[in-house]
């Protein structure tokens, strides 16, 4: 009689995620980023309606962007310690109040203090981009967080254009008031339709601080990403901080509402984000990146013609966002392949670089630009995208590790 060793069968792969909760991802993710973006055009109407000078009003901007810094180190976090779902429908109920003050706010002083709050709790969406990584299985990570970027990307593009309009017809409250009741709206849709996802570890709130920055020191990846990130994110603000100063002056003169529908010309950009995502799937993220950064060259050089040619300008512009927005996915393609239980994080660690680099480029755009005009401009955008290729081309020589499975590097 011959005896049978039964044959244990492999477990079973895990099953693609559903397109429903991708697709509220990524609307969720773009209509939370929005908020923080909406004041850009909306600058000189502030000042106008509440008697103060343009210097004042201006500080409305960075204001917001160091109050997203302040969300990313300080709640992010917590999405690798609560539960993720009520993390996000709580900051998202707390960026409602947030842009109710700011609509009804009598003075600049509670302007300022709501665009801060706005700031900080728009970071939910940096809880949402690590949600779409967690469901996903591994070999569709890079295409899923691809889409929900894309979501993310839209938000960020439409909304100047989106509140330019509004403003220009009903007031600049309005934009904020509208601002309010969507995501008050999308509280309720998050909290009825996300599923729970419990706590990844045990830690305090203060060893989870400190974890990020182990986490930065103990994975060169983290670190060589958030380096890229941040150049990108730089080379992108410098472009377009100052860009609304060259647009308003002659021989353009254009108007506020004109100026903030000029981003829509990269919004067809957003859609090769799923694409690029898939690249970095199939293990070409390290060596595309140069790649990346050479269109932000190129893109640098066609803008230096902008002041004098819109053809130039738009497509310099062009160019810059899409090489930032695909250095930025295959980034993240990256990180969220490292530390699973640690997603929210490495997405702290990754995001604060990432901002950081956003924030120094504006300023020294607007530097560079007060002392040697849209040519200089260019001139540093230029010097900051060959410092990024400088970085990766010395990576690849110094890197022997090959390809040992599609997606890993």
């Known amino acids: 009689m011959v005896t049978t060793?039964?044959?244990?069968?492999?477990?079973?792969?895990?099953?693609?995620?559903?397109?429903?909760?991708?697709?509220?991802?990524?609307?969720?993710?773009?209509?939370?980023?929005?908020?923080?973006?909406?004041?850009?055009?909306?600058?000189?109407?502030?000042?106008?309606?509440?008697?103060?000078?343009?210097?004042?009003?201006?500080?409305?901007?960075?204001?917001?962007?160091?109050?997203?810094?302040?969300?990313?180190?300080?709640?992010?976090?917590?999405?690798?310690?609560?539960?993720?779902?009520?993390?996000?429908?709580?900051?998202?109920?707390?960026?409602?109040?947030?842009?109710?003050?700011?609509?009804?706010?009598?003075?600049?002083?509670?302007?300022?203090?709501?665009?801060?709050?706005?700031?900080?709790?728009?970071?939910?969406?940096?809880?949402?981009?690590?949600?779409?990584?967690?469901?996903?299985?591994?070999?569709?990570?890079?295409?899923?967080?691809?889409?929900?970027?894309?979501?993310?990307?839209?938000?960020?593009?439409?909304?100047?254009?989106?509140?330019g309009l509004i403003a220009q017809v009903a007031g600049w409250r309005t934009v904020y008031v509208v601002a309010a009741v969507v995501t008050a709206a999308l509280t309720v849709l998050i909290s009825r339709s996300l599923p729970h996802h419990p706590p990844t570890t045990g830690h305090r709130y203060r060893h989870l601080l400190v974890s990020v920055a182990l986490l930065m020191a103990r994975e060169p990846v983290l670190r060589l990403r958030s380096v890229f990130g941040a150049l990108a994110f730089a080379a992108f603000n410098i472009l377009w901080t100052p860009i609304a100063f060259v647009l308003a002056a002659p021989p353009y003169g254009f108007a506020e509402a004109a100026i903030g529908a000029f981003a829509l010309a990269s919004v067809p950009t957003v859609f090769l984000t799923g694409f690029v995502g898939r690249l970095g799937d199939l293990g070409y993220g390290r060596s595309l990146t140069g790649v990346y950064f050479a269109v932000v060259l190129a893109g640098a050089g066609l803008a230096a013609f902008g002041a004098r040619h819109l053809v130039a300008l738009t497509l310099g512009a062009l160019l810059v966002t899409l090489g930032q927005q695909c250095v930025h996915i295959t980034n993240q393609s990256e990180i969220y392949r490292l530390a699973p239980g640690a997603r929210c994080r490495v997405t702290t660690a990754y995001m604060a670089s990432y901002f950081g680099g956003g924030i120094a480029g504006s300023a020294l755009a607007m530097t560079v630009y007060a002392a040697r005009g849209w040519d200089g401009v260019c001139v540093l955008l230029g010097c900051v995208t060959a410092v990024a290729l400088l970085i990766w081309a010395t990576d690849r020589l110094r890197s022997s590790a090959p390809v040992t499975s599609p997606g890993v590097e």
Not at 44 to 49: F, V
Not at 54 to 64: K, S
Request: charged letters at 10%.
């Open 5 to 163: 060793v039964p044959i244990r069968a492999p477990a079973p792969a895990r099953p693609a995620v559903e397109k429903a909760p991708v697709l509220l991802l990524a609307v969720a993710s773009g209509l939370t980023v929005a908020n923080t973006y909406y004041a850009q055009p909306l600058l000189e109407a502030i000042a106008r309606d509440l008697g103060v000078g343009a210097t004042t009003a201006g500080l409305v901007v960075p204001l917001g962007q160091v109050g997203y810094v302040l969300g990313l180190v300080l709640l992010v976090p917590l999405g690798d310690l609560l539960d993720r779902r009520r993390l996000i429908t709580g900051a998202l109920l707390a960026a409602t109040g947030a842009l109710l003050l700011v609509a009804t706010a009598p003075r600049i002083g509670l302007v300022d203090a709501g665009i801060v709050l706005v700031g900080f709790t728009s970071v939910a969406a940096q809880i949402l981009v690590p949600f779409a990584a967690i469901l996903a299985a591994d070999h569709e990570r890079g295409r899923v967080v691809g889409q929900v970027m894309t979501g993310l990307l839209l938000g960020t593009l439409l909304s100047r254009g989106v509140a």
